[in-house]
């Protein structure tokens, strides 16, 4: 397994955001993580990254790590994409590609510059473009780039798709799909079609505890079900019935 969580716990305050959750990932697998706002995704995300506190345990390719610091991960290769995109404002776009590679600790590189901008060709016409001047979308290809680059072995994705133009998320979620041929990734995301096109096997968080969980054909089969815990339309629901992945 390349990562293990066991029996998770968090809090903040009298405020109880996730519920003694369980699940795996092995390694090479992509997984997704559904649920409406405020379900405590984010906060699994954070937890995983060792950003807030918990209870339970978290194994990352065997090693407990609850003794570990977030620089320290990132170093091993356990790479979190926040919401929000945080990239460096004032840094060209290769610049902040270039950050990544700290990150990277010595380890074997597994995606080279060239390589982002194969899977990114808008991020290659404006590689001397700073931060502050990129839109939201071409914002977050640069934060993908930058983690790539850090040569992930767990790839921790949160809400890739938020707030971009439908044309931008096809070019995000199409690099995914080629990201996912090579690195184990952990994806939370409300765009439940995208996801479940990306992912294997997902799991419905809601309040805090795992309310569904299987593979993504399965999950799309019951489609209805799953509309309802993430509080989505009935068209919403019937696209999600069309989102089981495929073999390309």
């Known amino acids: 397994m390349m990562l293990e969580v066991s029996g998770l ?12 959750v369980d699940f795996s990932i092995d390694v090479n697998e992509t997984v997704c993580l ?38 320290d991960l990132s170093r091993a290769g356990l790479i979190h994409v926040p919401e929000g995109r945080h990239i460096f404002p004032t840094l060209s776009v290769h610049e902040n590609l270039q950050m990544g590679a700290h990150a990277r600790a010595g380890r074997p590189k597994a995606y080279s510059y ?6 990114f060709p808008t991020l290659a016409r404006m590689r001397k473009r700073q931060g502050y ?4 979308g071409e914002q977050q290809m640069v934060a993908l780039g ?9 790839l921790l994705l949160d809400e890739p798709s938020l707030g971009l ?13 080629e990201v996912a041929t090579r690195t184990t990734m952990l994806l939370v995301e ?39 815990y993430l ?7 019937r696209s999600v019935s069309k989102s089981s992945p495929t073999d390309e």
């Open 231 to 237: 509080g989505q339309s009935d068209a919403e629901s």
């Open 114 to 119: 060239d390589d982002v901008y194969t899977l």
């Open 133 to 136: 001047a990129l839109s939201g």
């Open 34 to 71: 559904l649920g409406p706002n405020g379900a405590g995704k984010s906060s699994l995300l954070r937890s995983i990254s060792q950003l807030v506190p918990y209870e339970g345990s978290i194994h990352f390719d065997g090693q407990r790590i609850d003794n570990q610091t977030p620089a």
């Open 165 to 177: 133009a439908p044309a931008i998320v096809g070019t995000v979620y199409k690099a995914l799909k």
């Open 190 to 228: 409300q765009n439940t079609s995208d996801a479940l096109s990306l992912a294997r096997r997902g799991y419905v968080l809601a309040d805090g505890r795992f309310t569904m969980h299987g593979d993504s054909a399965e999950l799309a089969d019951r489609s209805s079900v799953l509309a309802s």
């Open 146 to 154: 930058r983690a790539l680059v850090a040569s992930p072995r767990l």
């Open 9 to 20: 716990d968090i809090r903040y305050g009298a405020t109880h955001a996730v519920r003694g």
